[in-house]
């Protein structure tokens, strides 16, 4: 997760760690983002803005509140999706979509 | 026995005997994922409970009732914050609100602070910050120094009287010294802005002189700020 402002990223993060205690979730400072990607490979990634670099490397992402609207965007797998006010159900699913995705493969 | 009392979040059974009570929460904020996680943060320390979630300002106006401490964003789809934050402090003296808000301007917090919030939190807070100031305004503790009171009633005082001042600047302005200015911000020069009106160009500088005085500004690039900071034209 690597989403502005610091207060979306943490409390977003630790609401997801504690409800899908199975994912490793890491917060970094989106700057950050690129690096970590390369080094820790995730299956998942969340930014106000995900660069088409990042997004040839994972399996998901969301871009969360770009430009700090209400809408957000996602892909899973080939699956893209728009979203006008996102849930933290949405999050969640997407995560357990992708667990899926990469069980499959 | 001391006799009973109710304090912010607080029952005093017997003197010194302190036991805590739930603090009722008012998550006010219409990015939904955050609200929804800061909401469930909260439902996880048992002094917190949070009764209600609003994504607006008409869903918090009917979400007030028994509520203690409100978070409050600023920038609702329905309205401004600070509207919320002076409701609750004139009709609801009871609810301390916290307003946690991603604006950079330290003047809105400032507002905010008049209106009544006990707190301000920028967006950029950690988990940590937010918790422990929600703590704090259920124990009734302030979140803001007089110190620090003062300087931001004082920026709301600055700020308000700029305004006005801007406002008067503004209404000295003739019509024909508004088109000179929506011209400049075409990024017109003063030969083509004497062109476009139909005046020489000594016309056109004797009105930038007479906007630069009344605007209180140096140059045409102040003035062409001023100007649309202000509202008095548009840059297309």
């Known amino acids: 997760m690597a989403n502005e402002p610091r207060s979306y990223r943490e409390v977003i993060a630790e609401a997801v760690r504690a409800l899908r205690p199975q994912a490793r979730i890491v917060a970094a400072e989106p700057e950050e983002l690129e690096s970590l990607v390369e080094e820790l490979r995730p299956h998942v990634v969340v930014g106000n803005r995900v660069s088409p670099a990042v997004r040839s490397r994972v399996p998901a992402w969301v871009e969360l509140y770009p430009g700090y609207g209400t809408e957000s965007f996602s892909c899973v797998g080939e699956e893209h999706t728009t979203y006008d006010d996102i849930q933290l159900p949405d999050l969640l699913s997407i995560i357990d979509q992708t667990r899926r995705l990469a069980q499959r493969s | 026995m001391g006799e009973a009392k109710t304090l912010h979040g607080k029952i005093e059974i017997t003197e010194g005997q302190v036991e805590e009570q739930t603090a009722n929460i008012l998550l006010v904020e219409d990015h939904a994922s955050f609200r929804q996680a800061l909401a469930f943060m909260f439902e996880r320390e048992p002094e917190f409970s949070v009764i209600a979630q609003a994504g607006s300002v008409s869903e918090a106006r009917v979400a007030k009732n028994g509520v203690d401490v409100a978070v409050v964003d600023l920038g609702l789809p329905d309205g401004d914050g600070i509207e919320l934050v002076e409701e609750f402090s004139s009709s609801e003296p009871r ?8 604006s950079l301007e330290p003047a809105r917090f400032a507002s905010a602070v008049e209106a009544g919030a006990a707190g301000v939190l920028h967006k950029s807070a950690s988990i940590g910050e937010i918790v422990d100031a929600v703590r704090r305004l259920r124990n009734g503790q ?25 406002r008067q600047a503004i209404e000295k302005l003739t019509r024909r010294e508004k088109e000179v200015l929506q011209a400049l911000a075409t990024g017109m020069d003063s030969k083509e802005i004497a062109e476009n009106l139909h005046i020489t160009v000594e016309t056109e500088r004797t009105h930038m002189v007479n906007i630069l005085n009344k605007l209180g500004v140096h140059s045409r690039l102040q003035a062409l700020v001023f100007a649309v900071r202000h509202g008095v034209i548009e840059i297309r």
């Open chain 2, 95 to 102: 609810i301390a609100t916290l307003v946690l808000s991603a």
């Open chain 2, 142 to 166: 302030a979140l803001l120094s007089p110190n620090e009171m003062i300087q931001m009633l004082r920026t709301v005082s600055r700020k308000r009287q700029e305004e006005m001042d801007a």
